[in-house]
C-alpha cells in the first residue's frame, strides 16, 4: 500500500478522484473520511489475508468467541496505531490541509454492544490479534444498536442509534458464506432415513459481514464476523411477503428488544439462535475445507461462550452433527463438550436466563428436542453420581418449573466454565453454582478480567503514555507487566509534578466536552469523581447521588461546612423498560439543576451528567478521572472494568470489597485505594438473618432521615411524587441492596478523599502507584491465562 507520506498523497488523491470523480480539494469532508478508512481497511487486508492462509496451511487450533455484544467503539485511529501508519497519514494529510482529527471525529461508535460484557468481548478480540493468537468473534450485525440516549427535561429518553448513516467501511460483505437459518415447523422421524427431520420451517438467510480485528505491532488480522437477516430465497408460502420481509428485518434491528411480552421474548431468543446457528455453519465448513470429516473438531475449534446468550451454541452442534453428519448421540455429545467453554458474568439470578419451554418448543422445534434429551440423560447421571438426591438435582436440572436454564445447559455441555474475577469465582464454586461444582470437579476456574492497555491508556491518553515512554521508556506497550518499572518513580516529586500536569491537561479536555454539551462550567481544580457504568441497583449510582444530597444540605445548614472543590459526574444507560433506573437518572438530573445553581455552594460541589456514555466519550472521561467510583453491592458485581481503566490513568479507586476491586486492593495495598462498606460475607449474613432494617437505619441516623426525606418534600421536584419510587425501594422495600447500611462509610471515605487529596504529593504518589500495578489488569494477561488453561492455542508465526 504506502510507505511513505509521498506514497500515501498519492494513493489517497487517486482514491478520491476514483471514487467521486473529484479533486481532494473539491471532495467533501465525509468523502475525504470514508476513503481513508477504506485505504487503513485495505492496508490491513494484506495482512488479513496471510493470517487466514497461515492457520489454514498450518493447520492452527482456532478460537472462536461467540457474544451477542462487541463494544469495539471507533477504530480508525486504533488501527492506524496498530499498523503503526499513524504519523504517515496525519502528515499527509496536513499537506492537503486536512486535520485528521476532524476526520476521525465523522466516525461512529459501531452500535455492536452496550456495557461490559460487549466491551470486554472487544478488548479480546484486540489481544488475541496482537498477541498473534488465531481468533474469531462472531456477532448480529445491529442496525441501530442498543438504543442513543438523550436527556430531555432531566429523563433519559431512547432514539434510534442510526450508527449506519455513512455506512460502515470497515467491513466486507461475504455473500459466499451466507447460509439459511430455520424457525417454527415441526420435527418427524423419516422411516426411510432412520432420523429426525425438521420440516414446514421458516428460512431466514443469514449473510456475513467481516470486520479486521487488527492487532497492535504484528501482522496478525483476525475476523470479527457481524451476520445480517435477510430474505430467504425459500420465501414461506404460507405468509405475506411484506410480513416475513418485516419480521426478518427485525431480527437485527437492535440489541436486547424489550422481552417484557411474548413477541419480544420470540425475537430475543430469534436472535440469539441466529447468530449461533450461522456462526457454527461457517465454522463446520471452513472445518471441511481443511480436513476430511469432523472427528477432529474439538482438537481444531475451541469455542467460548461470552455469557448464556450464545448457549443454544451446544444444542445446534449437536444437531448439525448427528442430522447432517449423520453421527451418533454420544459421538457427537463428545466432541460437543469438549469443544465448548462458558464464561459466567453474573451472580444475580435474574441475569441467568431462562426461556419459557413452550417459546423455544414453537421457534426451534429440533433444538428443543434435542435439549430435552440432553436434559433426560443429564438426570440419569446426577442422580448416579449423588445417590439420587432430589434436592440437587432440583437445583441443577436443565428443565424445569417449565423454563430451559440456560445457565444450566451451558455448564451442563462445556468443558470449562469461568469467573471473571477471583470473588465472583468462588461465589459461585461455593454458593450460587456450589451444586455443579461439586458435580464436575475441576471443571470451574477464575480468569480475572482484563481491559486493553493500548486503547484504555497508550491511544486515550497521549500526554501519560508520553510521560511513561519518557520515564520507563516504550516496552510495556508489548509487555504490559513493565508498568511495574513505575514503582521505582512513585515518590519521585519530579514525576509527580509532571503526573498532575498531565492530569490537568485532561480534566481540560473533559471540561471543555462538559461546557459544550452541558452548559455547566466545572473547575478543573475540583476533584473529579467520576461514575460511568451502566445503571442498574446493584451498582448503586443512588448511594453516590445521596451523598452529593447529603454534602449540599451539610453546606446548606452550616455555613461553616465546606468541602474541596468536587465535581460528581455520572454516565449510565438504563434499559428502557427499566423504569426504577430512570428515575435515578431523572434525580441525578435533578439535584444536578438545584445544587449547579445555588449560589451559597456551587463553587465548592457540582453535579455533571453526561448523556449517551459509550466508548469514545469514555476515552475522554478515563484519562481526565481523579476518583473512580466503584461502589456495588459486596457481592454483587462480578468484576467490572471500568475500574481497571481508570486505574490504568492514575485515578484512586473509592469502592467496596467487590469484583476486580479486590485484586487491586490486594495490589495496592490501604495506602493506595479506599475501601468501605460491608463486605461480600457480612451482606449474606444479613439476608440470611433476615434482621437487616431500613426504617433502623432512617429512624437512628438524622443525615440518612434527611436525605430520605429529601425525595418526597419536593426539595428536588415540585411534584413530590417523583421520586416516590425510589423512596419506597429504599423503605418500604426494605434497601435491598444495602445502601443506608453503607452511607455512614461511604460518608467517611469521601471524607478521607477529600483530605487525601489536598495534599497533592500523596494524592499524585497514589495515582502513580495505581499506574504501577496496573499491568496485571491488561487483557493481554486474561488472554494468554486462558490460552493456558481453557483454549491451548498456538501462535501464528509471522
Given at each position: 500500500?504506502?510507505?511513505?507520506?509521498?506514497?500515501?498523497?498519492?494513493?489517497?488523491?487517486?482514491?478520491?478522484?476514483?471514487?467521486?470523480?473529484?479533486?481532494?480539494?473539491?471532495?467533501?469532508?465525509?468523502?475525504?473520511?470514508?476513503?481513508?478508512?477504506?485505504?487503513?481497511?485495505?492496508?490491513?487486508?494484506?495482512?488479513?489475508?496471510?493470517?487466514?492462509?497461515?492457520?489454514?496451511?498450518?493447520?492452527?487450533?482456532?478460537?472462536?468467541?461467540?457474544?451477542?455484544?462487541?463494544?469495539?467503539?471507533?477504530?480508525?485511529?486504533?488501527?492506524?496505531?496498530?499498523?503503526?501508519?499513524?504519523?504517515?497519514?496525519?502528515?499527509?494529510?496536513?499537506?492537503?490541509?486536512?486535520?485528521?482529527?476532524?476526520?476521525?471525529?465523522?466516525?461512529?461508535?459501531?452500535?455492536?454492544?452496550?456495557?461490559?460484557?460487549?466491551?470486554?468481548?472487544?478488548?479480546?478480540?484486540?489481544?488475541?490479534?496482537?498477541?498473534?493468537?488465531?481468533?474469531?468473534?462472531?456477532?448480529?450485525?445491529?442496525?441501530?444498536?442498543?438504543?442513543?440516549?438523550?436527556?430531555?427535561?432531566?429523563?433519559?429518553?431512547?432514539?434510534?442509534?442510526?450508527?449506519?448513516?455513512?455506512?460502515?467501511?470497515?467491513?466486507?460483505?461475504?455473500?459466499?458464506?451466507?447460509?439459511?437459518?430455520?424457525?417454527?415447523?415441526?420435527?418427524?422421524?423419516?422411516?426411510?432415513?432412520?432420523?429426525?427431520?425438521?420440516?414446514?420451517?421458516?428460512?431466514?438467510?443469514?449473510?456475513?459481514?467481516?470486520?479486521?480485528?487488527?492487532?497492535?505491532?504484528?501482522?496478525?488480522?483476525?475476523?470479527?464476523?457481524?451476520?445480517?437477516?435477510?430474505?430467504?430465497?425459500?420465501?414461506?408460502?404460507?405468509?405475506?411477503?411484506?410480513?416475513?420481509?418485516?419480521?426478518?428485518?427485525?431480527?437485527?434491528?437492535?440489541?436486547?428488544?424489550?422481552?417484557?411480552?411474548?413477541?419480544?421474548?420470540?425475537?430475543?431468543?430469534?436472535?440469539?439462535?441466529?447468530?449461533?446457528?450461522?456462526?457454527?455453519?461457517?465454522?463446520?465448513?471452513?472445518?471441511?475445507?481443511?480436513?476430511?470429516?469432523?472427528?477432529?473438531?474439538?482438537?481444531?475449534?475451541?469455542?467460548?461462550?461470552?455469557?448464556?446468550?450464545?448457549?443454544?451454541?451446544?444444542?445446534?452442534?449437536?444437531?448439525?452433527?448427528?442430522?447432517?453428519?449423520?453421527?451418533?448421540?454420544?459421538?457427537?455429545?463428545?466432541?460437543?463438550?469438549?469443544?465448548?467453554?462458558?464464561?459466567?458474568?453474573?451472580?444475580?439470578?435474574?441475569?441467568?436466563?431462562?426461556?419459557?419451554?413452550?417459546?423455544?418448543?414453537?421457534?426451534?422445534?429440533?433444538?428443543?428436542?434435542?435439549?430435552?434429551?440432553?436434559?433426560?440423560?443429564?438426570?440419569?447421571?446426577?442422580?448416579?453420581?449423588?445417590?439420587?438426591?432430589?434436592?440437587?438435582?432440583?437445583?441443577?436440572?436443565?428443565?424445569?418449573?417449565?423454563?430451559?436454564?440456560?445457565?444450566?445447559?451451558?455448564?451442563?455441555?462445556?468443558?470449562?466454565?469461568?469467573?471473571?474475577?477471583?470473588?465472583?469465582?468462588?461465589?459461585?464454586?461455593?454458593?450460587?453454582?456450589?451444586?455443579?461444582?461439586?458435580?464436575?470437579?475441576?471443571?470451574?476456574?477464575?480468569?480475572?478480567?482484563?481491559?486493553?492497555?493500548?486503547?484504555?491508556?497508550?491511544?486515550?491518553?497521549?500526554?501519560?503514555?508520553?510521560?511513561?515512554?519518557?520515564?520507563?521508556?516504550?516496552?510495556?506497550?508489548?509487555?504490559?507487566?513493565?508498568?511495574?518499572?513505575?514503582?521505582?518513580?512513585?515518590?519521585?516529586s519530579i514525576v509527580q509534578a509532571k503526573f498532575y500536569n498531565v492530569k490537568q491537561q485532561r480534566k481540560q479536555v473533559l471540561a471543555d466536552y462538559i461546557k459544550e454539551h452541558n452548559g455547566v462550567e466545572v473547575?478543573?481544580?475540583?476533584?473529579?469523581?467520576?461514575?460511568?457504568?451502566?445503571?442498574?441497583?446493584?451498582?448503586?449510582?443512588?448511594?453516590?447521588?445521596?451523598?452529593?444530597?447529603?454534602?449540599?444540605?451539610?453546606?446548606?445548614?452550616?455555613?461553616?461546612?465546606?468541602?474541596?472543590?468536587?465535581?460528581?459526574?455520572?454516565?449510565?444507560?438504563?434499559?428502557?423498560?427499566?423504569?426504577?433506573?430512570?428515575?435515578?437518572?431523572?434525580?441525578?438530573?435533578?439535584?444536578?439543576?438545584?445544587?449547579?445553581?445555588?449560589?451559597?455552594?456551587?463553587?465548592?460541589?457540582?453535579?455533571?451528567?453526561?448523556?449517551?456514555?459509550?466508548?469514545?466519550?469514555?476515552?475522554?472521561?478515563?484519562?481526565?478521572?481523579?476518583?473512580?467510583?466503584?461502589?456495588?453491592?459486596?457481592?454483587?458485581?462480578?468484576?467490572?472494568?471500568?475500574?481497571?481503566?481508570?486505574?490504568?490513568?492514575?485515578?484512586?479507586?473509592?469502592?467496596?470489597?467487590?469484583?476486580?476491586?479486590?485484586?487491586?486492593?490486594?495490589?495496592?495495598?490501604?495506602?493506595?485505594?479506599?475501601?468501605?462498606?460491608?463486605?461480600?460475607?457480612?451482606?449474606?449474613?444479613?439476608?440470611?438473618?433476615?434482621?437487616?432494617?431500613?426504617?433502623?437505619?432512617?429512624?437512628?441516623?438524622?443525615?440518612?432521615?434527611?436525605?430520605?426525606?429529601?425525595?418526597?418534600?419536593?426539595?428536588?421536584?415540585?411534584?413530590?411524587?417523583?421520586?416516590?419510587?425510589?423512596?419506597?425501594?429504599?423503605?418500604?422495600?426494605?434497601?435491598?441492596?444495602?445502601?443506608?447500611?453503607?452511607?455512614?462509610?461511604?460518608?467517611?471515605?469521601?471524607?478521607?478523599?477529600?483530605?487525601?487529596?489536598?495534599?497533592?504529593?500523596?494524592?499524585?504518589?497514589?495515582?502513580?502507584?495505581?499506574?504501577?500495578?496496573?499491568?496485571?489488569?491488561?487483557?493481554?494477561?486474561?488472554?494468554?491465562?486462558?490460552?493456558?488453561?481453557?483454549?491451548?492455542?498456538?501462535?501464528?508465526?509471522?
Amino acid at each position: 500500500m504506502f510507505k511513505t507520506k509521498e506514497e500515501f498523497k498519492y494513493e489517497f488523491s487517486k482514491r478520491i478522484i476514483e471514487s467521486y470523480g473529484r479533486t481532494v480539494e473539491e471532495s467533501h469532508i465525509t468523502e475525504k473520511f470514508m476513503v481513508l478508512e477504506t485505504m487503513v481497511r485495505d492496508y490491513a487486508s494484506v495482512n488479513w489475508a496471510m493470517t487466514k492462509m497461515a492457520i489454514q496451511q498450518k493447520s492452527k487450533k482456532q478460537l472462536h468467541y461467540f457474544s451477542m455484544e462487541f463494544l469495539i467503539g471507533r477504530l480508525l485511529v486504533n488501527n492506524m496505531m496498530n499498523l503503526g501508519i499513524y504519523d504517515i497519514a496525519k502528515e499527509g494529510l496536513a499537506d492537503f490541509g486536512i486535520n485528521i482529527h476532524e476526520l476521525e471525529e465523522l466516525e461512529a461508535d459501531a452500535g455492536l454492544g452496550n456495557g461490559g460484557l460487549g466491551r470486554l468481548a472487544a478488548c479480546f478480540m484486540d489481544s488475541l490479534a496482537s498477541l498473534s493468537y488465531p481468533a474469531f468473534g462472531h456477532t448480529i450485525r445491529y442496525d441501530y444498536g442498543f438504543f442513543k440516549q438523550k436527556i430531555e427535561d432531566g429523563y433519559q429518553v431512547e432514539v434510534p442509534d442510526q450508527w449506519l448513516h455513512l455506512g460502515y467501511q470497515w467491513e466486507v460483505r461475504k455473500p459466499k458464506h451466507s447460509c439459511d437459518v430455520k424457525f417454527w415447523g415441526k420435527v418427524i422421524w423419516d422411516d426411510n432415513e432412520q432420523k429426525w427431520k425438521h420440516v414446514d420451517a421458516e428460512a431466514v438467510r443469514a449473510v456475513p459481514y467481516d470486520v479486521p480485528v487488527v492487532g497492535n505491532d504484528t501482522i496478525i488480522t483476525n475476523t470479527l464476523r457481524l451476520w445480517k437477516a435477510e430474505p430467504s430465497e425459500n420465501i414461506p408460502s404460507n405468509k405475506d411477503f411484506q410480513q416475513y420481509a418485516n419480521e426478518v428485518n427485525q431480527i437485527c434491528q437492535t440489541l436486547y428488544p424489550d422481552d417484557s411480552t411474548l413477541a419480544g421474548r420470540i425475537l430475543r431468543l430469534k436472535q440469539q439462535y441466529f447468530f449461533v446457528a450461522a456462526g457454527l455453519n461457517s465454522i463446520i465448513r471452513a472445518h471441511l475445507r481443511v480436513y476430511p470429516d469432523l472427528t477432529n473438531f474439538a482438537d481444531k475449534n475451541v469455542i467460548q461462550l461470552n455469557d448464556t446468550h450464545p448457549v443454544l451454541v451446544i444444542p445446534e452442534l449437536m444437531r448439525i452433527f448427528m442430522d447432517e453428519y449423520d453421527m451418533g448421540w454420544d459421538e457427537s455429545w463428545e466432541i460437543v463438550k469438549h469443544t465448548c467453554a462458558y464464561t459466567n458474568h453474573t451472580i444475580l439470578a435474574e441475569a441467568l436466563e431462562k426461556w419459557p419451554i413452550d417459546v423455544m418448543r414453537d421457534l426451534l422445534p429440533r433444538i428443543y428436542q434435542i435439549i430435552e434429551e440432553i436434559d433426560r440423560r443429564f438426570v440419569g447421571f446426577v442422580k448416579m453420581k449423588t445417590d439420587g438426591d432430589e434436592e440437587i438435582l432440583r437445583k441443577v436440572r436443565i428443565l424445569k418449573d417449565g423454563q430451559v436454564h440456560m445457565a444450566n445447559l451451558a455448564i451442563a455441555g462445556s468443558f470449562s466454565v469461568n469467573g471473571v474475577a477471583a470473588l465472583h469465582t468462588e461465589i459461585l464454586k461455593t454458593r450460587e453454582m456450589k451444586e455443579f461444582n461439586d458435580l464436575f470437579p475441576g471443571k470451574f476456574n477464575n480468569k480475572t478480567n482484563g481491559v486493553t492497555h493500548r486503547r484504555w491508556l497508550a491511544y486515550s491518553n497521549p500526554e501519560l503514555t508520553a510521560l511513561l515512554h519518557e520515564t520507563i521508556g516504550d516496552d510495556w506497550i508489548k509487555e504490559p507487566d513493565l508498568l511495574s518499572n513505575l514503582n521505582k518513580y512513585v515518590n519521585d516529586s519530579i514525576v509527580q509534578a509532571k503526573f498532575y500536569n498531565v492530569k490537568q491537561q485532561r480534566k481540560q479536555v473533559l471540561a471543555d466536552y462538559i461546557k459544550e454539551h452541558n452548559g455547566v462550567e466545572v473547575d478543573v481544580n475540583s476533584i473529579f469523581d467520576i461514575q460511568v457504568k451502566r445503571l442498574h441497583a446493584y451498582k448503586r449510582q443512588l448511594l453516590n447521588i445521596m451523598h452529593v444530597i447529603y454534602l449540599y444540605q451539610e453546606m446548606k445548614a452550616n455555613p461553616d461546612f465546606r468541602i474541596y472543590p468536587h465535581t460528581f459526574i455520572f454516565g449510565a444507560k438504563a434499559a428502557p423498560s427499566y423504569y426504577f433506573a430512570k428515575k435515578v437518572i431523572k434525580l441525578i438530573n435533578s439535584v444536578a439543576d438545584v445544587v449547579n445553581n445555588d449560589r451559597d455552594t456551587n463553587a465548592y460541589l457540582k453535579v455533571v451528567f453526561l448523556e449517551n456514555y459509550g466508548v469514545t466519550l469514555a476515552e475522554k472521561i478515563m484519562p481526565a478521572a481523579d476518583v473512580s467510583e466503584q461502589i456495588s453491592t459486596a457481592g454483587k458485581e462480578a468484576s467490572g472494568t471500568g475500574n481497571m481503566k481508570f486505574m490504568m490513568n492514575g485515578a484512586v479507586t473509592l469502592g467496596t470489597m467487590d469484583g476486580a476491586n479486590v485484586e487491586m486492593y490486594e495490589r495496592l495495598g490501604d495506602d493506595n485505594i479506599v475501601i468501605f462498606g460491608l463486605r461480600d460475607h457480612e451482606v449474606e449474613d444479613l439476608k440470611r438473618s433476615n434482621t437487616y432494617s431500613a426504617w433502623n437505619y432512617y429512624n437512628n441516623d438524622p443525615k440518612i432521615k434527611k436525605v430520605v426525606d429529601s425525595l418526597t418534600d419536593g426539595t428536588f421536584h415540585q411534584s413530590r411524587e417523583e421520586f416516590k419510587l425510589i423512596f419506597d425501594e429504599l423503605m418500604s422495600k426494605n434497601d435491598e441492596y444495602f445502601l443506608l447500611a453503607d452511607f455512614e462509610s461511604y460518608r467517611e471515605a469521601q471524607a478521607k478523599i477529600n483530605e487525601l487529596y489536598q495534599d497533592r504529593q500523596k494524592w499524585s504518589a497514589m495515582c502513580l502507584k495505581n499506574i504501577a500495578e496496573s499491568g496485571y489488569f491488561s487483557s493481554d494477561r486474561t488472554i494468554e491465562e486462558y490460552v493456558n488453561d481453557i483454549w491451548h492455542l498456538e501462535k501464528v508465526k509471522h
